[in-house]
């Protein structure tokens, strides 16, 4: 079974948006911190989405 697209992209938007965050917090960044957050968050909303088209499926 593969899993739904929107999970895979879900997933590496939070993955990118944790990295956006973190290094926002190291440099001092606000702007890239919140930017990190809302990809994070975003990337969350997809995969639940994906999810949702994946039990769907079955």
């Keep these: 079974m593969t899993m739904d697209k929107d999970r895979v992209a879900g ?3 939070q ?7 973190t290094a926002g917090k190291v440099s001092g960044d606000a702007k890239l911190e919140t930017e990190g957050k809302t990809e ?7 995969n639940a989405v994906g999810g949702l088209k994946d039990a769907l499926k079955k």
């Design 40 to 46: 994070k968050a975003t990337g969350k909303i997809q």
């Design 11 to 13: 997933i590496a938007k």
């Design 15 to 21: 993955v990118s948006g944790s990295v956006k965050e």
